[in-house]
C-alpha cells in the first residue's frame, strides 16, 4: 500500500512538475510519517524514501534509533525551546522556525554540539490565529536577523496553507510565499543560498509545485489517514 502510495505521489509530483516546466529533481518528497508506527517507516524506507517529517520531538528520539542511520529527519512541527538540544544532532532541517528567540537557542546549541543547522523560517501565509509562523512582512527582517547567527543556516521559507476543501484557493498563498522569498534572494549576496520553499501537503501539494514548492510534506497521501485516538 505504502509503495502504492509513493508511486502515485511521485507520478503526481512529475506531472504538477511537467505544468509548470520545472524539472523533478528540484523538488523533494518527504513523508510525514507523525504518529505512525516504526514499521510503516521502515516500509517506506524499503521503498526508496530517506526524508522523513515529524512533529514531535518525542517522536522524533523514539524513531531515531530504531531506523537506518541514513535518513534525513526533518522536524516540521512547533519547537519549544528547551527541547531543541534533544533533536540539534539528530534532523537535517528544522522547518518550524517561527521566533528569533528559537532561532538563538538552535544557534547555540548547534555551536556547543559543533554542528550547522539548516532552517526554514515559518511563515503564517493566510494570517490564521489558529496556526504558528511570522507574517510576510516581517520575513525579510527575521532573515536578516537570523542570518547573523552562528552554527544555522536560513535555507528558505515553510508554510502549512489553509485547510480548504478547495485546494486551488491556496495557490495564491504559494505564489505570495514564493514571490517574497525571491525578493529576498535577491536582496542581497548573503541571501543567495535561500532555495527551499517548503509548501504543499496531501491536498495541496500540487499546485504548491506548480507556484515554486521545493519539498513537499506528505502525509496522509502516503501513510494513509492518522488515527489520533490511539
Ligand atoms: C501533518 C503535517 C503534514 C502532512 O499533512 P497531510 O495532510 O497528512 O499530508 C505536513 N506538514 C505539517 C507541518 C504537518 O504537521
Redo the contacts with the bound molecule.
Keep these: 500500500m505504502i509503495k502504492d502510495n509513493l508511486d502515485i505521489a511521485k507520478h503526481n509530483i512529475e506531472e504538477a512538475c511537467k505544468r509548470a516546466g520545472r524539472d523533478t529533481s528540484e523538488v523533494t518528497l518527504i513523508a510525514?510519517s507523525?504518529t505512525k508506527p516504526v514499521c510503516m517507516l521502515q516500509e517506506a524506507y524499503d521503498a526508496g524514501v530517506r526524508e522523513f517529517?515529524e512533529?514531535k520531538v518525542q517522536e522524533i528520539m523514539d524513531k531515531y534509533d530504531k531506523l537506518p542511520s541514513d535518513i534525513h529527519w526533518h522536524m516540521?512541527?512547533h519547537l519549544q525551546r528547551n527541547k531543541v538540544k534533544y533533536i540539534i544532532d539528530k534532523v537535517e532541517m528544522i522547518h518550524s522556525v517561527d521566533s528569533l528567540r528559537l532561532a538563538e537557542t538552535i544557534s547555540s546549541e548547534a555551536v556547543k554540539h559543533g554542528v550547522t543547522m539548516k532552517i526554514l523560517i515559518e511563515v503564517n501565509v493566510a494570517d490564521e490565529e489558529t496556526k504558528y509562523g511570522i507574517s510576510l512582512g516581517e520575513a525579510a527582517d527575521m532573515v536578516d536577523k537570523i542570518m547573523k547567527l552562528p552554527g544555522i543556516i536560513v535555507k528558505g521559507f515553510m508554510t502549512?496553507a489553509p485547510n480548504s476543501k478547495n485546494s486551488e484557493e491556496n495557490r495564491k498563498f504559494f505564489r505570495d510565499l514564493h514571490k517574497i522569498a525571491v525578493d529576498i534572494k535577491n536582496k542581497n549576496i548573503d541571501n543567495k543560498g535561500i532555495d527551499v520553499l517548503s509548501m504543499g501537503?496531501?491536498?495541496d501539494y500540487e499546485i504548491a509545485i506548480e507556484e515554486g514548492s521545493t519539498m513537499v510534506?506528505?502525509?496522509?497521501?502516503i501513510f494513509g489517514a492518522r488515527n489520533y485516538s490511539i
Design positions: 510525514v507523525k517529517g512533529n516540521i512541527g502549512v501537503m496531501t491536498n510534506r506528505i502525509g496522509t497521501g
